[in-house]
């Protein structure tokens, strides 16, 4: 089954960001030890902004990400979202991963999430919204661009993707990399060659893709 996956961008005050840190990592402690339909929970800070942050959760379905919202560790990260301690709204995109070959399981995934203890994580969080015009092609190159990602990229650890729930032009991207090197590495690989081939093409995107690179933290 493929995973429900949530991607969160957030700006913490400065005066605040301890308290968020220490929040959000017991939150983050209670549903990976907790939650048996949670697969995944990472938390990230951007490279250049101390005080901006992201989220990639990944859960069995829809129903466990719901659940994920009554527990009881989560309701201490609720009270603080609710203390006025972000400098712009929190986006959320949750969509169904695609193109996974094979089924995602917790055990996977925490396997993966222990390895990130072990050197640098970077990684690239990413809204991509295409014209309707080149739809099909632009899902035939993304799904190139993860397969051969997957497939041949020793230093790259993670590529996830979907279009959105709530907005069916936009789509979401999680991606991770052993290092800066890692994702280097990945721009100079065939099948991102392709992707970019497509991407400078005009008239591709809606609007202007939004790119972001974080450390886990």
């Given amino acids: 089954m493929a995973p429900f996956c949530v991607n969160v961008r ?35 800070n951007d490279v250049a902004d101390p005080d901006t942050f992201y989220f990639h959760e990944e859960y069995n379905d829809l129903a466990a990400f719901e659940a994920h919202g009554e527990t009881a560790h989560y309701q201490p990260w609720k009270g603080f979202t609710q203390s006025s301690p972000f400098k712009a709204p929190i986006e959320v995109n949750t969509f169904v991963a695609e193109g996974e070959t094979s089924p995602v399981t917790r055990e996977e995934r925490m396997g993966l999430t222990a390895k990130f203890d072990a050197k640098e994580k970077y990684c690239v969080w990413v809204n991509l919204f295409p014209a309707d015009s080149v739809l099909s092609d632009f899902r035939t190159c993304i799904a190139g661009n993860k397969l051969g990602t997957d497939t041949s990229e020793p230093l790259a650890l993670q590529y996830t993707w979907g279009v959105t729930s709530k907005d069916t032009s936009k789509y979401s991207f999680f991606e991770v990399y052993e290092g800066e090197e890692g994702f280097k590495q990945h721009q100079g690989a065939p099948h991102f060659a392709k992707w970019e081939e497509f991407a400078g093409k005009e008239g591709v995107f809606q609007n202007e893709p939004e790119v972001h690179f974080a450390r886990v933290i």
């Avoid at 960001?17 to 939150?27: G, Q, T």
């Fill in 10 to 44: 957030l700006q913490v005050l400065p005066e605040r960001r301890d308290e968020f840190l220490d929040v959000i990592r017991a939150d983050q402690a209670g549903t990976l030890r907790d939650e048996e339909g949670s697969l995944q929970f990472l938390v990230m």
